[in-house]
């Protein structure tokens, strides 16, 4: 196994609050040393995620690049109380046991605290179903983001938080 960590996007825009969010937790990843592999939702072939095309090239080298990395961080934004409807096609299209005894990190970002649920009811769930070691997780509310700064997160107990749920990710990946 090699030193990768594999941060998947569930996002269908380039230009989240998820995706900025997932970018900072991969830049801090690299300065304790581990390579970054960033998969977008956007990245996946349409066709390939409509017709549900597990066996596709493009779906197998995914499958591989997780399976072959130290660990995952995956991120939605909230949609109608849980992951995006995209992010779920993907994951559908993926090998039953493509996250067996990997350690996984699951974000999500919504509009409030009311939505905060929907990473323990919606995507730990489909997570532990691909036998992940799922982490407690990150919720963030949009008012805890500055897509314009530097370090996105600008609430300094949600950065405190955010950093030893990583710092803890890092453990169990080496």
Not at 92 to 102: A, F, G, N
Not at 104 to 127: E, R
Not at 151 to 171: G, S
Request: glycine residues 6%.
């Amino acid at each position: 196994m090699s030193d990768i960590i594999i941060i998947i996007s569930g996002s269908p825009s380039d230009t989240s609050k998820t995706k900025k969010v997932l970018d900072y937790l991969g830049t801090i990843l690299e300065l304790e040393g581990f390579s970054i592999k960033h998969i977008s939702v956007k990245d996946v072939s349409k066709d390939v995620l409509f017709d549900g095309a597990y066996d596709s090239p493009e779906i197998r080298d995914i499958a591989i690049l997780i399976q072959n990395a130290k660990g995952v961080i995956i991120g939605s934004p909230v949609y109608k109380d849980a992951y995006s409807g995209v992010l779920k096609t993907l994951i559908d299209v993926l090998p039953q046991d493509v996250l067996e005894h990997k350690p996984v990190l699951p974000l999500m970002t919504g509009g409030s605290s009311t939505h905060l649920l929907a990473l323990d009811y919606t995507l730990k769930p489909v997570l532990a179903s691909l036998k992940a070691h799922n982490l407690k997780g990150l919720y963030f509310i949009d008012a805890q983001i500055d897509k314009q700064s530097e370090i996105p997160i600008n609430d300094v107990d949600t950065l405190k938080r955010t950093k030893k749920q990583l710092y803890y990710f890092m453990e169990l990946a080496k």
